[in-house]
């Protein structure tokens, strides 16, 4: 089914609408969306268990997006409201995972920012299948961009992430996800299926670095 016009253009307000209401409904929910950083594990060691909940959480938002892209360029737009929903809840419970460590300034910094680059995601969706190549072209430019933003926003919390090993790791992220949404445009469901698989398993190269740096830069808070 072709994406209707009406469902793609809409994408952009219906993220901002999920994201201010998710922010509020998370919080009963945080036992289901996230382990505590402070869990024990079955290594048993708090920093194991930090890395276990990056880990979890950024493959989910992959295959989140990829739900909701999917669902967009499909024109279910039931579909996309649920998976929007559900990406925000990621958002939200990656950023309660940052402000776990770096406190509550932090994650409500963290938490539009991360947002930002679903947004620019979002805009390419519809470049794409609306065929407006600008469009599409400007929102590649955009998450580009981002990934310095979200280099340096890093760096500028944990000296032990260096901006442009974090940016290049970003930009990565964002062409395994841009494979993804034109093979779903290509109504290609084979290529779409294994970029998805992909997409998520590169963030392990992202959760893991940050993991580590995170119990370098407070070995007391992550230790035993």
Not at 12 to 29: E, K, R
Not at 62 to 69: E, I, K, P, Y
Not at 103 to 113: C, K, R, T, V
Request: proline letters at 3%; glycine letters at 8%; one cysteine or more.
């Amino acid at each position: 089914m072709k994406a209707s016009f009406k469902t793609l253009v809409g994408i952009a307000g219906v993220v901002a609408l999920v994201g201010a209401g998710c922010s509020q409904s998370m919080a009963a929910h945080d036992g289901m969306a996230m382990a505590s950083p402070s869990t024990t594990t079955s290594s048993g060691t708090k920093a194991a268990a930090l890395r276990t909940t990056l880990n979890n959480l950024f493959a989910e938002h992959v295959w989140l997006a990829g739900s909701a892209t999917g669902a967009a360029l499909g024109g279910r737009d039931a579909d996309f409201k649920a998976a929007a929903a559900a990406l925000d809840q990621n958002s939200v419970a990656i950023a309660r995972a940052i402000g776990s460590v770096y406190g509550s300034d932090a994650e409500q910094a963290f938490l539009p920012l991360w947002r930002k680059h679903i947004g620019f995601a979002v805009d390419y969706t519809v470049g794409v299948a609306t065929n407006d190549r600008a469009k599409a072209d400007k929102a590649v430019n955009d998450l580009v961009a981002y990934s310095q933003d979200f280099g340096a926003f890093l760096q500028s919390a944990n000296p032990n992430l260096p901006k442009s090993v974090v940016a290049d790791l970003v930009k990565h992220h964002v062409v395994t996800l841009k494979i993804v949404i034109d093979a779903q445009a290509a109504k290609d469901p084979d290529k779409a299926y294994v970029a998805l698989r992909t997409a998520a398993g590169h963030m392990q190269m992202i959760a893991d670095p940050l993991a580590e740096a995170i119990v370098k830069q407070f070995p007391d808070k992550f230790r035993g």
